[in-house]
Nanobody, 119 residues
Framework: QVQLVESGGGLVQAGGSLRLSCAASGNSFGIIDMGWYRQAPGKQRELVARLTSGGSTNYADSAKGRFTISRDNAKNMVYLQMNSLKPEDTAVYYC?????????????WGQGTQVTVSS
């Protein structure tokens, strides 16, 4: 059983910063890639940023220049540093991981962490 647990969400004023963390734990697994998605009320879940095992990154246009994804392989953690936050960044942020588990690729989601940016 593999679990993803996010932390670091909260309430921040526009222009402020937050750092989200996601820890992968459980039985033996290999990380293929990890990323962050978000879902605002009434909207579909969307990609924010991804980081592959090879170090390649992919950012949503809305995140470029403001958000940075990083990973600590030794701790099986992924982070999302969010700067210059805007009210439109308000959403539930979900950690996502594609892992190699028991001989198969599997996708996992965290429970989500709320980020609220006030104007």
């Amino acid at each position: 059983q593999v679990q993803l647990v996010e932390s670091g969400g909260g309430l921040v004023q526009a222009g402020g910063s937050l750092r989200l963390s996601c820890a992968a734990s459980g039985n033996s697994f290999g990380i293929i890639d990890m990323g962050w998605y978000r879902q605002a009320p009434g909207k579909q879940r969307e990609l924010v940023a991804r980081l592959t095992s090879g170090g390649s990154t992919n950012y949503a246009d809305s995140a470029k220049g403001r958000f940075t994804i990083s990973r600590d392989n030794a701790k099986n953690m992924v982070y999302l540093q969010m700067n210059s936050l805007k009210p439109e960044d308000t959403a539930v942020y979900y950690c996502n991981a594609i892992l190699w588990v028991t001989g198969a690729l599997r996708t996992y989601w965290g429970q989500g962490t709320q980020v609220t940016v006030s104007s």
